[in-house]
Each structure stands twice: as C-alpha cells, then as structure tokens.
C-alpha cells in the first residue's frame, strides 16, 4: 500500500558536507555521473543502501533507470514504468508531486512490475524542475531502507538534483539548438550557392544581408581586384538599387524587371530577369529577396531565331525559284522522263511524259484506255529491273502509243536504279526515248544498202563483199563513238540535273536537324539522319559519275603547283580520324626524310590518297593501315602507298576494280556497299597526272595501292 511519508526529525547533514556535494554536481556536465554523485554523497550522509534515480525520456513517455546505488548496472538500465500508467504508485507519486513510503507487500500489480528493491519499503521522492512546462527534469529518487535521517537527506538532494538537472537539461538543449542551427544555416548557404542564379536579402535599406557566391560574384569586390573590377561591382550595385528602389513603389507584391548589368571578369554587357518579393522578420525586420535570372543568352537566342526565321523565308523563295527552273530545265527536254518511288508509283515526270502517261480532265474513254495501256507497259517494262537485282539498270524497247492519235510510239527506254549507300532502292528513273525517226532512218538505210549491194554486185562481184563490210565496219565505228558521246554527255547532264535537288534536299535536312523549325522527337531525328545520308550518298555517287565524264571529255582541268607531300598525307589522315575512331584500326605513316616538294595538281593527288586510305578503313575489319611515301627513279617520282591486312582481292578480280561501276564482289549479298567508282576515277586521275595506279594483293592477306607520279608535273600542251 502507498503511505505518505512520515515526517523525520528535520536532521541534515553537515553545510561542509552539503557544501561539498554542490561544488561536485557542478563541476559534472553529464547527467548519469551527477545524479550517481549525488547518490555515493546520500550513502555517505544518510547510512542509505541502495538507491536509484529514474528520469523521464526526451518524449516524456517512460521513466528509465539512470544511476544506481548497490545495484548492477543492468538492473538499473532495465528499470522503466511508462508515464501512462496512472495506476502505477511511481506515477501516481510524481503526479502528487511530494514524497511517499511505498511498500510492495498488496498494492503492487505483478502485471506493472515490482519495485526496484524488491520486498522492501522505499522512499520515493518526485525531482521536479523550477520551471513546471520543463520536461526533461522530472523524475524520481527511490532509497531504501526507509530510516530518520534519510527523510531530510533526501528530500534535500531532491532539490538540489532537480536543479542541476534541469540546468544541465538546459544546457543540452541549447547546445542542440545552437548544433541544429549551424547546420541549417550552412544547409541554407549551400543551397543558395548551387542555385546558379544569384540570390540576395536586402533590408529596408537596401543594404545587402545574404547573397550566395554568384550574388557576389557580381555585387561584391575585394581589396585585391583590379580596378576595372572594383568599377564594373559599383555600377552592378548601382543598377540593381535603382530597381530595388523602383520595386518599392510598386507594393507587397512580387514584382520582374528586366536588369542589364556588367560582367565584372570581362566587361561584357549582361542581361537579367530581377524577380523581388519582400520577405518579413520579426527579429530582422522588413527585407526583400531577390533573384536575377540570367535572359541574356535568351534574348540572344530569340534575335537569332527571328534572323534565322527570317532567312529560312529567303531560302524557301529561293528553293521554289530554283525548283520552277529545275522543272523548265526538265520540261524542255524533249524526251519523256519518269521517276517512279519503289512501290512503282510515278512521283515526277516532264511534260512530254505528261502527254503520254497522264489522263486529262475532259478525256474520251479511248484517250482514257490508251493511257492505261501506256501505263501498263511502262509498269511491265520497269518491273524488270525490280526483278534483276544484280542489274543497276535496264534497257530495252517498249510499244506506247499516241493517247490522242493513236499512232504507235515506238520508244527506246533506258531506266537506272537510285539506291542507297546500303544497297536499299529508293528510285527509279526512266528516259524514253521516241524510235520512230531512227527507225524510219534505219529502213531508207536498209534499202539503200540493198540497192548499193546489187549495184556494186553487177560491177564487181568480187570487190562488192569488201567495199560492203569497210563501210559497215565504218559506220559501226562511227556509231560506237556516238554512243560514248551520247552516253558521256548524258552522264554529265544528268548529274548535274540531279545535284540541284539534292543540294536543297541536304539543305533542309540540315535546318531541320539544326532546330530551325522546332525540337524533334528522336524517331523524326532519326529518320531525317537516315535521309541526309542517303542523299550525301547518292551525292557522292553523282559527283563521280561526273568526274568520269569529265575526264572521258577530256573536260577535267589540271592545276599544277608546289605543295610538301608529308604535309598532305598527314592532312588525309587527319581528315579520316573519325572512320579511324570507329573502326579501332591501327593506322600509321611511313614518310621518306628524302620526300619534300611536289609539283603537280594537289586537290587530285588528295583525292586519290583519300580514296585509297577510305577503301582500305572500309575492307579491313581488324588489323592495322599503313600510309607510305618515298622518292623512286633517282628522286624524279614520288610514291604513295597504301597498305592494309584487309580482305585482300584475287588475282582475277585484280584488274575489274579499276572499272567503272564494278566491285570485287558485285553479288547482291555482298558485305561492303559502294558504286564502284572511286578505284575507276583514281586509275584515271593518276593517268592525268602522268603517273600510274598499281595493285598488289592476295585473298586474306590483304592489299597495297600504290600512287606513282612525276616529282616535276608536265605542263599540258
């Protein structure tokens, strides 16, 4: 049962002793050592033998054992009541706040937990703050055996106790605070600092409180700045408390303006965004926080898009001026033209191809039919070149007619196949052309012929054989040197008939690319990359086609001059460091001390090492590359030489890729793409120059392109 406790001769112990006690408790800092302190001092004083001190938690939930007195240490850590017991005597004790004897015999719930001195009274005293709403110093002190002099005794050093903990209760908590505010405080700088724009607080008067490091960096300036500095931070200052000053006037609300300011490292002009909201301390008084948003790249950017908006408005006038001359170019040539997509739908034609394979508005059914039929003939002659995947193009005679005569059309048809640098097709075009002339021509001339036959047979029957076959073998010759002409001039034609669309075609892929009509999602980039390239492809291919009419023309102009070889083959190498990059091939030179100056055409000697080093990245899947010159015949010639541990090429194929149009490996499952150009025009570029193109080379073992060309260039006559 809980009984008050009864009331002892007030004794106490000695004021030395008392003294004593108080100078100990505080000169101790830790809780744990100043209560078991006070409880060795109560054993001393008051003949006690056993004792505990039970403080309340930070949460002010539990009391827990935290000194002892002739008690193992875990059973002082493992005493705890909980605070919401209200049945328990210890809580009902520190709730009436003054001392009890409290005996265990019938008043203690086995369910809560006995006492700590087991079957004995105790004493137990609340350790009750000076400041009530303080909960850290409650508690109690529990002593046993319950004797006279233990009353004042322990009542007294429950005062004193209770003091010191409440002070070093105190003392904890400030030293937590000041711990928490440091920290937040650096968590505060650090946060405003990696913020890029800069922050400030000004106060009421406009002087600044806080800024982060790029705040300072524009409005702050040291004793050791240069003075340039130091001027450019006292205008910064200057401009941004005019705005705060205007932003005064304009009320509580958050207010933007535009800011120009200096950049204090360079000088340069700067643009910013100032965003100022005032911000209230009841310490601090009024301020206002600031933060300038850096707009100058911004206002740059819009400039540029608007000039850029501005000339894609110029380019666009100039595409449709240069495609209504493209499609006068196409529609005065006087034979049909056709290119068809890879589905075998027409997607442009000429005029005359207009007239032949397209239904006017106000046709009669027999028009309509006939050029269906054309159509159908067309489709039929052009499916051949689907079907023949090894063929590039296709020549052959097809049987239109006329859709309003309905005359026959006799028509020679020649189509090519425009294919990627993958091998995938992306056109075909078709030149028609009208055989009714040449036929009739080919008739007369039949007859003639005949006639000329059985005169010369009635003169001379022996000599009418001979004189036939000089004449045909003439006209044949005659025939053949057309042929190459015509097929020179139309290579050359065509090629550049095709370049203009595919320069405004590379054009807008690259503005598109660039941004200029807005971001893209990464399918759209993706497909415009795949377009580019295909078209720097079939631009690449035209421009060959080209040079090899050129050259057959006898068109291609030499311009010699002095130039320093080594240079040159460090330049292509340096030129094909990406392909190097993405290959992982060993590439290396080998330059003769004796190789110096050259006099010849450099723009072609450049192209033929370029090709030469290209090929040799493109077959060579590991290994190494190896680009060689030298001086030959006495220093009179130099040689370059390009050797790789590709592929390699047969002795038979050896002399087939120096063709026009042919590869090693010209079957539809072949490995490496390309037109089979590039070793065609080296071979005939060398031969400009007065020098040679040479091969050596074996299956698996790889291949070497040597370059020999005169030292000194001959002028041309």
Same mark, same amino acid.
């Given at each position: 049962?809980?009984?008050?406790?009864?009331?002892?001769?007030?004794?106490?112990?000695?004021?030395?002793?008392?003294?004593?006690?108080?100078?100990?408790?505080?000169?101790?800092?830790?809780?744990?050592?100043?209560?078991?302190?006070?409880?060795?001092?109560?054993?001393?004083?008051?003949?006690?033998?056993?004792?505990?001190?039970?403080?309340?938690?930070?949460?002010?939930?539990?009391?827990?054992?935290?000194?002892?007195?002739?008690?193992?240490?875990?059973?002082?850590?493992?005493?705890?009541?909980?605070?919401?017991?209200?049945?328990?005597?210890?809580?009902?004790?520190?709730?009436?706040?003054?001392?009890?004897?409290?005996?265990?015999?019938?008043?203690?719930?086995?369910?809560?937990?006995?006492?700590?001195?087991?079957?004995?009274?105790?004493?137990?005293?609340?350790?009750?703050?000076?400041?009530?709403?303080?909960?850290?110093?409650?508690?109690?002190?529990?002593? #046993?055996?319950?004797?006279?002099?233990?009353?004042?005794?322990?009542?007294?050093? #429950?005062?004193?106790?209770?003091?010191?903990?409440?002070?070093?209760?105190?003392?904890?908590?400030?030293?937590?605070?000041?711990?928490?505010?440091?920290?937040?405080?650096?968590?505060?700088?650090?946060?405003?600092?990696?913020?890029?724009?800069?922050?400030?607080?000004?106060?009421?008067?406009?002087?600044?409180?806080?800024?982060?490091?790029?705040?300072?960096?524009?409005?702050?300036?040291?004793?050791?700045?240069?003075?340039?500095?130091?001027?450019?931070?006292?205008?910064?200052?200057?401009?941004?408390?005019?705005?705060?000053?205007?932003?005064?006037?304009?009320?509580?609300?958050?207010?933007?303006?535009?800011?120009?300011?200096?950049?204090?490292?360079?000088?340069?002009?700067?643009?910013?965004?100032?965003?100022?909201?005032?911000?209230?301390?009841?310490?601090?008084?009024?301020?206002?926080?600031?933060?300038?948003?850096?707009?100058?790249?911004?206002?740059?950017?819009?400039?540029?898009?608007?000039?850029?908006?501005?000339?894609?408005?110029?380019?666009?006038?100039?595409?449709?001026?240069?495609?209504?001359?493209?499609?006068?170019?196409?529609?005065?040539?006087?034979?049909?033209?056709?290119?068809?997509?890879?589905?075998?739908?027409?997607?442009?034609?000429?005029?005359?191809?207009?007239?032949?394979?397209?239904?006017?508005?106000?046709?009669?059914?027999?028009?309509?039919?006939?050029?269906?039929?054309?159509?159908?003939?067309?489709?039929?002659?052009?499916?051949?070149?689907?079907?023949?995947?090894?063929?590039?193009?296709? $020549?052959?005679?097809?049987?239109?007619?006329?859709?309003?005569?309905?005359?026959?059309?006799?028509?020679?048809?020649?189509?090519?196949?425009?294919?990627?640098?993958?091998?995938?097709?992306?056109?075909?075009?078709?030149?028609?052309?009208?055989?009714?002339?040449?036929?009739?021509?080919?008739?007369?001339?039949?007859?003639?012929?005949?006639?000329?036959?059985?005169?010369?047979?009635?003169?001379?029957?022996?000599?009418?054989?001979?004189?036939?076959?000089?004449?045909?073998?003439?006209?044949?010759?005659?025939?053949?040197?057309?042929?190459?002409?015509?097929?020179?001039?139309?290579?050359?034609?065509?090629?550049?008939?095709?370049?203009?669309?595919?320069?405004?075609?590379?054009?807008?892929?690259?503005?598109?690319?660039?941004?200029?009509?807005?971001?893209?999602?990464?399918?759209?980039?993706?497909?415009?990359?795949?377009?580019?390239?295909?078209?720097?492809?079939?631009?690449?291919?035209?421009?060959?086609?080209?040079?090899? #009419?050129?050259?057959?023309?006898?068109?291609?102009?030499?311009?010699?001059?002095?130039?320093?070889?080594?240079?040159?083959?460090?330049?292509?190498?340096?030129?094909?460091?990406?392909?190097?990059?993405?290959?992982?091939?060993?590439?290396?030179?080998?330059?003769?001390?004796?190789?110096?100056?050259?006099?010849?055409?450099?723009?072609?000697?450049?192209?033929?090492?370029?090709?030469?080093?290209?090929?040799?990245?493109?077959?060579?899947?590991?290994?190494?590359?190896?680009?060689?010159?030298?001086?030959?015949?006495?220093?009179?010639?130099?040689?370059?030489?390009?050797?790789?541990?590709?592929?390699?090429?047969?002795?038979?194929?050896?002399?087939?890729?120096?063709?026009?149009?042919?590869?090693?490996?010209?079957?539809?499952? $072949?490995?490496?793409?390309?037109?089979?150009?590039?070793?065609?025009?080296?071979?005939?570029?060398?031969?400009?120059?007065?020098?040679?193109?040479?091969?050596?080379?074996?299956?698996?073992?790889?291949?070497?392109?040597?370059?020999?060309?005169?030292?000194?260039?001959?002028?041309?006559?």
């Amino acid at each position: 049962m809980i009984e008050p406790a009864p009331l002892p001769p007030p004794v106490l112990p000695s004021a030395e002793s008392r003294l004593a006690l108080a100078e100990d408790l505080l000169r101790t800092q830790d809780p744990v050592e100043c209560a078991q302190h006070a409880l060795e001092w109560l054993r001393a004083a008051a003949d006690i033998r056993q004792a505990l001190v039970a403080l309340s938690d930070a949460e002010g939930t539990r009391l827990s054992g935290t000194a002892g007195l002739a008690m193992p240490a875990s059973r002082v850590r493992g005493f705890s009541v909980a605070l919401d017991d209200r049945e328990h005597p210890l809580v009902k004790t520190l709730e009436a706040g003054e001392a009890r004897v409290l005996t265990p015999e019938a008043s203690i719930d086995r369910a809560r937990g006995a006492l700590p001195f087991g079957r004995f009274p105790c004493l137990a005293v609340p350790l009750v703050a000076e400041d009530p709403s303080d909960p850290d110093a409650v508690g109690l002190l529990l002593v #046993a055996p319950v004797t006279p002099p233990a009353g004042p005794a322990t009542r007294w050093l #429950a005062g004193v106790l209770s003091a010191r903990l409440s002070a070093l209760a105190r003392i904890r908590r400030l030293v937590d605070t000041e711990r928490r505010l440091r920290r937040d405080r650096g968590l505060l700088h650090s946060i405003i600092n990696a913020v890029p724009d800069p922050i400030t607080l000004t106060d009421d008067e406009g002087r600044i409180v806080i800024a982060n490091a790029r705040a300072e960096f524009l409005l702050a300036s040291r004793d050791d700045d240069s003075e340039g500095r130091r001027r450019a931070v006292a205008l910064n200052n200057m401009l941004f408390s005019s705005a705060l000053w205007r932003r005064g006037w304009e009320g509580s609300e958050p207010s933007r303006h535009e800011l120009p300011l200096v950049d204090p490292s360079d000088g340069s002009a700067m643009l910013f965004e100032l965003i100022s909201a005032p911000a209230g301390d009841p310490d601090a008084g009024a301020g206002v926080v600031s933060i300038l948003r850096n707009v100058t790249d911004l206002r740059r950017a819009t400039e540029e898009i608007e000039e850029n908006y501005r000339r894609l408005r110029v380019a666009e006038a100039d595409v449709r001026a240069e495609r209504d001359r493209l499609d006068l170019i196409i529609d005065s040539v006087a034979d049909p033209i056709l290119v068809a997509d890879p589905g075998g739908t027409i997607i442009l034609m000429n005029a005359p191809a207009e007239r032949l394979f397209t239904i006017p508005a106000d046709a009669e059914a027999e028009v309509a039919q006939r050029v269906r039929a054309n159509d159908a003939h067309f489709s039929s002659f052009v499916a051949n070149l689907y079907l023949a995947v090894d063929e590039l193009r296709w $020549r052959g005679d097809i049987g239109l007619v006329d859709p309003v005569t309905a005359a026959p059309l006799p028509v020679e048809a020649v189509s090519g196949k425009l294919v990627s640098e993958r091998g995938e097709l992306i056109a075909i075009a078709t030149i028609l052309h009208d055989r009714t002339e040449e036929m009739e021509k080919a008739r007369l001339y039949a007859e003639l012929k005949r006639a000329s036959e059985q005169l010369q047979q009635r003169v001379h029957e022996a000599t009418s054989e001979l004189v036939r076959q000089n004449e045909l073998l003439r006209r044949q010759h005659i025939e053949l040197e057309q042929a190459s002409a015509l097929k020179t001039q139309f290579l050359a034609n065509m090629s550049h008939e095709f370049r203009t669309p595919l320069n405004a075609i590379l054009g807008y892929t690259s503005m598109l690319l660039q941004g200029v009509s807005g971001s893209m999602l990464p399918p759209q980039r993706k497909n415009l990359d795949r377009v580019e390239s295909n078209a720097r492809h079939l631009l690449a291919i035209i421009n060959d086609i080209l040079d090899i #009419a050129r050259i057959e023309a006898g068109k291609m102009p030499l311009h010699p001059g002095e130039f320093r070889v080594p240079e040159l083959v460090k330049e292509v190498v340096a030129e094909v460091e990406p392909l190097i990059a993405r290959s992982g091939l060993t590439v290396t030179t080998e330059l003769d001390p004796r190789v110096g100056e050259a006099r010849s055409d450099r723009q072609k000697v450049k192209q033929i090492v370029l090709n030469l080093l290209t090929n040799a990245l493109k077959f060579t899947p590991v290994g190494s590359v190896c680009v060689s010159a030298r001086c030959v015949a006495a220093g009179d010639a130099v040689e370059i030489a390009v050797r790789d541990t590709g592929i390699g090429i047969s002795p038979e194929d050896q002399e087939r890729v120096f063709e026009d149009f042919r590869q090693a490996d010209n079957s539809p499952t $072949r490995q490496y793409g390309g037109a089979g150009l590039g070793l065609a025009i080296c071979r005939r570029l060398a031969t400009m120059l007065g020098g040679q193109m040479t091969l050596t080379s074996a299956l698996g073992q790889g291949s070497t392109f040597t370059l020999l060309f005169p030292r000194r260039a001959r002028r041309r006559s």
